[in-house]
Every structure is written in C-alpha cells, then in structure tokens.
C-alpha cells in the first residue's frame, strides 16, 4: 500500500532522513517507533505529500506521492502531531466542517466513525477546546476518517495522553484495522510497539531495524540477564565497573545487562555478594523491543 | 523509607469555585526519596504540585515543604526546592555556560562556588567542549539532563520534576533516572510526575490520582501485588479507568 | 460551492466566538475616531502655495518675494482671477492661495491693505500652521516699511473653502478607515492562517483534495466582507456623529476601498506564509504594517513635512496612496479624472503583492 524507497532529507547541515525503506502492505498496522527529532514527523509529511525528499521516491496505493499528489490526498487520512482542531468549533461543527472539506457529508460515512463518535455524541455541542485529551484525539480521529480513506497516517496520536486513553486508542485502532484501512502511526512509547503488526525503529533519521515485534527481538545477538535488588542504583554502579558486562541500564525496577557472552552467574553472584551485595537475583530474559532499540542505538 | 519527612501534606484541598480540583490528599514524603505523582490529565496533579511549591493558595487542609508552611512561608519554600518544568526550561539562545550562571544568580550562589559547582556540572554531564554553545544546537537529550543539573545547582533538599522525560531517547531516559538516582543517593527528595507509566517503576513509591483523590499510594511492588497485575500500567488504568472527570 | 460555504461559514464562527476580534473589529473604529478627533498640532516645512495677486505693484512683489525668501513656502503658480483658486484646490495643487487685492500699495500706505490667506482645510493641521507662519511673514514685512509710522498688523481674512471651521476629525476619518481596513484584512487574516498553522488544521486543510486558491479565497472572503462593513461602521460614525461631510461619489468609494482591501489582504497572505505562529504574525502586522500605515501615510503627520528619505519610503506605502484618494472623494468630491494617479499605484501594489502571496502559498509546506 505505502512503499518508501531510499528516501534521504537534509534540512540544511542537519540530516533529517537517511536512506529511509519501509514498504507498509494493505490492511497493516506499522509503527514508526523512535525520540523525538528521529525524522518520524518528517517521513509522515512525505507520505501525505506536504514535504519533497530529496532522493527517493515514495508510493502511494501505487501512485508517485509526487507526481501524483492529488491521488494521495483524495485517500489519505491524516492527523498532525499537532493537530488540536478547531478549538472554538463545536465537536459537531468540527466534523461537520471537515466532512465538508472532503466534499462529503457526516451522514454519508457514518457507519465509519459509528463507534467512536458514539461516545463523542453526548457533548455534540460543547467546544472543542474544552474537551478531555482522550475526547479530543477520538475527535480528532473522527475529523480523520471522515471520507474513508485507505491510509490513516497518524504522527504521535498518543503522545501527552494518559494511559487509559492511550489504551482505548489503540482499541479504536484495531477495530479500523479490521475494517480495512492502512495504519500508519508514530510514537515515542515503546509499550505500543508490541500494539502494532510491524515496526520500524527510526534514531537520528536512519531506520534501525523494522520488522515485526517478535521478528525484531529474534535477532538479538547478546545474552541478555535482568537483576533485582533493593538498591539497584548501587548495584548499577558496581555492575558497571565489571569488564566482562557489555551495557548495564536501569529497567522498570530491575536492572537490564547485556554480556559480551554468556555469564557465570555464580561467580557473578559471589563476586558482587564480596562487594556487599547479598539480595541480588539474577536470571536471562528474552529481549524485548526496548532491549533491542537500546543495543542498536549504542 | 526512614528519613525525614520533607514534603507533608494533610488533607490539603483546592476548590476553584464549585469544582474541588484536589480533594483532601494526605502526603508524606521523606529525604531521598523518589516519589513518583501520576494521574490522568485532569485528575488534579498538577494543581496539587502548584500547591507544594508555593505557587498556588491551598483552599483547605495543611502541607509543609522543607519544613515550611505553603500558606505563609511560600518564598522560602521556592528557595530551598528546585524545579524542572514540563519539557524544557532554559533560554535556548544563552549558551551552556549563560544558563547555568543565570540559574546560580537566580538563587543566590555565591561566586565561588557557583564556579566550583558549574566545572562539577559539567564535567559530570560530558559538556566541557560545549559551555559556550547555545542551547538551541544541542540535542534535546542533553538539554533535559542540563535542565535538571541547573535545577539543582543551588542544592536544595527538594526537586520536583514534571514530565521531565518527554519525547527524550531510550538511552537519554536512562541517564536522566540515573541522574534522579543520584541525587536521591545524597539524600534529596524526587517529586516526579510522568506519563510513562514504565518510569513508576524507578520510584521507590508511587501515587496515583483519579478525579482529585489519592487513589493509591505505596511501592510499585506493592501496587502491583494489590491488583494482581504484572506492570504499573495495568494498575494505572484499573484505577483511571474509572475516573468522572476530564481537564 | 458546498465546501466554500462551509469555509466561511467556519470563519465566521471563528469570529463570533473570539472577544479579541471583535474587539479590534468594532472597538477599535470608535477608540480610534474619539482619539484622533482631536489632533496633535505638527510643523510643516515647503508647503505649496499660489498667489492671486491683482496689484502687482512694487510693494505686492516685494511682499510675494518675501513670503517665498524662507524655506517655509513654495512658489506653484500665479493665479489669473479668483475663479483659479477652485482650480487649484481642487488638484490639490496648492496647501494655500495668497490673494492680494487691487490697489495694494496705495491701500498699504494709506494704512488700509488686505490680504486674504485661503487655505485647504481639508487638512486642517497644515492649514492653521501655514496660515499662522505667513500671516507671521506679512507681519514682519509691514514692519520694514513702516518703522517711522505705527506699527500695523495686517488683517488677514480665512476663507476655508472644504471644512470652513477646520474640524480635524474630517480629516481623521478618511484615515480611521485606511487603518481599520489594513488591520482587518491584513492583520486579522494572517493571524487566523497562521492559528491553523498552530493548531496543525492548516495541514490537515493542504492533505485535503481542497485547492490551495480555495483555502485562500476561504480565507479571503469572510475579511473581505468584514472589511466592508467595518469601514460603513466608521463612515456612518463620520458622518452622524461627527458631521464629516461627504461630497464624493459612493460608488467610486466602494471600489476603490475594494482595491485597497484587496491590496490589504495579500500583504495578510504574504505574512502568513512567512509568519508560523499568531504571535509572528501579529508582530509582523504590527511592525511592517500598523506603524509605517499610522506614522508615515501622512494619517496623522502630513508627509509633506517629512525629511526627504521618509517622504519618499511613504510613497511604498498602501495607505499613503489609499488616504489621499479618500479625503479627495469625501472632503472635495474629487472623481477619477483628479485621483488617477493614486489608484494607479495602488492597483500596481495590488497586481505585484497578490502575484507574490499566491505564488508563495504553496500546495506544500516548503
């Protein structure tokens, strides 16, 4: 549906996109994964045509984003990072104006937004701006879909959300999933990695790795341990110390170690008991996305 | 925990008209210690943080910060806690050096050892070949973990940092908690509010509020054993989930 | 047509639902009349004055030499008959005309002489400075004759010929109108494009199949409109409250006020393509438009006493153009065939500003 080929961008001395391939088949929802100022922004505006590459070419349900512009736009559902609709408007006068925009109506594609706008209608008439985050973004989504479009392409829908209505997003997303439309969408959450079919993981404008989750982590080349202590913090800095460790980095309320190769936890164990630590548990771990994106980026 | 108590609150409320944005929270929070504040927008966190670091009147209830009274004592309580806010709070067109410097003004540090602390700062941060580059040419990463260094550059006893990891690298989120590690190490109390539920799990405890209430509040291990779930995600939104209210 | 009218129906509730804009809409008109009704007082320099002098005898030659022997006046023409003093007005050839009467020097001996100095009130500021140097100039003239006699001042006789009892705020209104037009269209459009810019519907609006010169002319039309009506508020205030008269032909104000909205307007596109943010834009407005269309369009100060580097940067301006061509229509009821040359310049402005605007605003975002 979406084929991005060698695709480069300079903002002046800053490389904003280096050689940048994904190709996103129909029906797929594929998350481009990474910080902010990785060139996830920048790659979204190339596919929904408002930027030009430099080198590369992009396609669009089989159609050049360049030359044939006009074909994206009539297809392509698209909410900016900072895409905070028309504050002033109501939540009914908002769709109704992009519906508008579309040159449809709301009635036409209803049975589309149905289930979320559903949940929008009892505040139809408040304004938009004094809506909850989570209300917003599922308006926002709506104002998206409002012509059907084959691609949804959303830049951070998540971000600054809560976690319940992080949650219900991405519950909103697998059902359009189901009905048929191309999602492609950016975060800087890696819990949402493991939410989509494929991911990209994209650092500093080059694309790391993509794949799907599970494809990702297959190919991590280290053995990976995760360590538990009261004081990790100490722990963290006597690990580091520690020649035969690769990475040690503070994970949740574990520690997360990678060797060089595999460890002799009982000597570990009782090297680290000489040093004052008695309650450390250490065991492998299957990576996960996280573990991945982090070795790549060293 | 066992050190001093450094943040208390008791019932402490705030009412803008009708509407009771903080309800009675209880609060108490030690030396060195990293206490994790989260909520789903609207849930009255950040009113409630106005509130400990002098910025907002209490309607109700007491809070002491540093051993000061929030209703009559709110100058010296701004000058003895640090204070990062959401995203980035520098002047990205000073240079490193013009930052760190204003800050040391700010508060009051001496001459000489504004200059002591600012080549620990930034030998510590790797920064020695950039003092005299401006903010706005370094990379966001690095610019957060200098925010909070020059937050703390008049060592006070207290931070507290919102949001202060947004939109930053996974390695650059590392180094900032080791940051946050640090300082709880040399005693300093961490009041840190984020959205990234992972990041609870650094505290050494954690709170949750839903629509203005302190709905929980105790380690993550135990957080997550009282709701037999696995992440501090999951007892977020078990608890959030039910929330009435919106910002 | 359907997606047009809901642009500017959209816009339209934009503006309802924002106190600031209506406040620049409608308060600022009235603050601004009230304030500028009563004028600062401001030094002219070379104003251009004709003489009717029906003696030409030693004595009125001498005066007329001495009049123009400081910088203060300019020599434009010699007028035939008192029927040329209308001619000269009207063209707005001359700031003032000095008409002596016949016999001037036997009446100066005879201690009995006058000397009418006709000035254009329209401009009222300029009138009563000039007016009040010259009939300094006769005074200290006289003087150099009749030292050995009493010393006699001169009657001087005004005869206003447009604003007989030299009202400022005539003269204000025309430029009241000139600015609120420039603020609405140029001010207020490139801070609601540039709000779309922010809250990132701007881009959704250029993803959309929509045509880039529908999302100007959605954009357009509503101020367009706006404009109109706003300058009819002021023009209505001129002329109930304040009694502003209005001697010219409406039409011709209606489509020469078009010009300069549209003028107007794509100096309002082409910040927003420049301006990011409401703040850029705004101050844009405020600096490249609002003090240049007040200080220099002769709004206020009259251009003619400018230093020579600003009189000629006031010449770049839309409003300069646009207020001279107003004061003819309402104050003199001058037509076309007298105020062609400022709508010239005004419709090159136009031609070149919009040509630039639309071709910046791009159907991406570079």
């Known amino acids: 549906m979406i084929t991005v080929d060698h695709i480069s961008k300079r903002y002046g001395p800053v490389e904003a996109l280096k050689d940048v391939s994904i190709s996103v088949p129909r029906g797929e929802l594929f998350g481009l994964i990474g910080p902010d100022g990785a060139g996830k922004t920048t790659l979204f505006r190339m596919v929904v045509t408002l930027l030009l590459a430099d080198s590369g070419t ?166 990976l341990y995760a360590a538990i202590c009261k004081e990790p913090y100490p722990l963290l800095l006597a690990l580091r110390k520690l020649p035969e460790l690769d990475s040690v980095f503070p994970f949740g309320t574990a520690l997360h170690i990678t060797a060089k190769e595999q460890l002799d936890l009982p000597a570990l164990h009782k090297e680290l008991a000489r040093q004052g630590f008695s309650d450390v548990e250490l065991q492998p771990i299957e990576p996960g996305v996280e573990d991945l994106f982090m070795h790549l980026m060293q | 925990m066992t050190g001093a108590i450094t943040i208390h609150a008791k019932a402490l409320t705030k009412r803008f008209g009708a509407f009771t944005a903080v ?160 300082a709880s190490a040399k005693g300093v109390t961490v009041f840190v509010t984020t959205h990234y539920m992972d990041e609870a799990e650094y505290c050494h405890r954690a709170s949750i509020m839903v629509d203005g209430v302190m709905a929980a509040c105790d380690t993550p291990a135990a957080l997550k054993e009282q709701f037999k779930v696995k992440t501090m995600d999951e007892v977020f939104y078990q608890l959030a989930r039910s929330a009435q209210r919106a910002e | 047509m359907k997606t047009f009218r809901a642009f500017i129906h959209k816009e339209f509730l934009h503006i309802l639902r924002d106190r600031r804009t209506l406040l620049v809409l409608f308060g600022m008109p009235v603050l601004q009349i009230v304030l500028f009704g009563y004028a600062i007082n401001t030094e002219v320099k070379e104003a251009n004055v004709a003489v009717l002098d029906q003696s030409r005898d030693e004595r009125s030659v001498s005066l007329v030499n001495a009049l123009f022997s400081a910088n203060w006046f300019r020599p434009v023409e010699t007028l035939k008959s008192p029927a040329d003093i209308d001619r000269v007005f009207k063209a707005g050839k001359a700031k003032m005309v000095v008409e002596i009467g016949p016999d001037f020097a036997k009446r100066f001996a005879e201690g009995r002489a006058q000397i009418a100095l006709i000035a254009d009130a329209s401009d009222p500021n300029t009138a009563k400075v000039v007016t009040g140097y010259a009939a300094q100039m006769i005074a200290q003239w006289s003087r150099r004759f009749s030292t050995e006699h009493t010393v006699e001042v001169l009657p001087v006789e005004y005869r206003m010929h447009y604003n007989p009892e030299m009202k400022s705020v005539f003269l204000f209104v025309p430029g009241v109108i000139t600015v609120i037009l420039m603020l609405v269209s140029a001010m207020l459009t490139s801070i609601s494009i540039a709000r779309e810019k922010e809250h990132g519907t701007m881009e959704v609006m250029l993803v959309s199949p929509l045509r880039p010169g529908m999302i100007v002319l959605g954009k357009a039309v509503p101020y367009l409109v706006l404009s109109l009506l706003n300058a009819a508020f002021v023009l209505v205030i001129g002329l109930l409250l304040f009694g502003v008269p209005m001697n010219g032909s409406y039409l011709l104000l209606l489509l020469e006020g078009l010009l300069f909205i549209l003028t107007s307007l794509s100096l309002g596109l082409l910040f927003s393509t420049i301006a990011k943010t409401q703040q850029e834009a705004l101050m844009l407005s405020l600096f490249v438009l609002m003090m240049p269309t007040i200080l220099l369009s002769g709004f206020i100060f009259p251009t003619s006493s400018m230093p020579w580097a600003l009189r000629a940067f006031s010449n770049i301006i839309p409003a300069k153009h646009f207020i001279i061509i107003l004061r003819g229509i309402m104050l003199k009821g001058n037509g076309v065939a007298v105020l062609w040359p400022q709508t010239l310049v005004l419709a090159g402005m136009c031609t070149v500003l919009l040509g630039i605007s639309i071709k910046k605003f791009n159907v991406r975002l570079q």
């Open chain 2, 23 to 182: 309800d009675a929270i209880d609060l108490d929070v030690h030396a060195g210690e990293i206490f994790g504040f989260l909520g789903a927008n609207g849930a009255g966190k950040t009113t409630a943080m106005k509130m400990l670091i002098g910025l907002l009147m209490p309607t109700a209830g007491e809070a002491r910060v540093a051993g000061y009274d929030v209703y009559t004592q709110s100058e010296a309580i701004k000058r003895s806690i640090g204070y990062m806010g959401q995203r980035f709070s520098l002047y990205n067109d000073l240079t490193v050096l013009e930052n760190i410097q204003f800050y040391g003004g700010v508060y009051g540090v001496p001459p000489a050892e504004l200059k002591r602390r600012t080549d620990s700062l930034v030998h510590d941060l790797g920064l020695k070949e950039h003092v005299n580059t401006r903010l706005q040419s370094l990379p966001l990463g690095w610019k957060q973990k200098l925010a909070f260094s020059v937050a703390m550059i008049h060592e006070p006893k207290i931070i507290f940092l919102d949001e202060p990891t947004g939109g930053v690298d996974l390695i650059t989120r590392r180094q900032f908690w080791e940051l946050i590690y640090a």
């Open chain 1, 58 to 223: 992009i396609t669009f349900d089989g159609h050049d984003v360049v030359s044939d512009y006009r074909h994206v736009r009539r297809n392509v559902g698209y909410m900016p990072g900072t895409f905070s609709l028309y504050q002033d408007l109501s939540v009914r006068e908002n769709l109704e104006f992009f519906a508008s925009v579309f040159q449809t109506t709301v009635k036409k594609n209803y049975d589309l937004i149905a289930d979320i706008y559903g949940m929008l209608e009892p505040f139809a008439d408040r304004r938009a701006g004094a809506l909850s985050g989570g209300m917003k973004q599922k308006l926002a989504l709506c104002c998206a879909l409002i012509h059907k479009p084959l691609v949804l392409v959303l830049d951070e829908p998540t971000t600054g959300v809560d976690a319940v209505s992080r949650r219900e997003f991405w519950e909103m997303l697998k059902k359009l999933k189901a009905q048929g439309i191309t999602i492609l969408v950016s975060t800087p959450y890696m819990d949402e990695a493991a939410l989509c079919d494929r991911i990209g993981l994209l650092q500093d404008g080059k694309l790391l790795r993509s794949g799907s989750p599970q494809d990702i982590t297959a190919n991590f080349d280290r053995p």
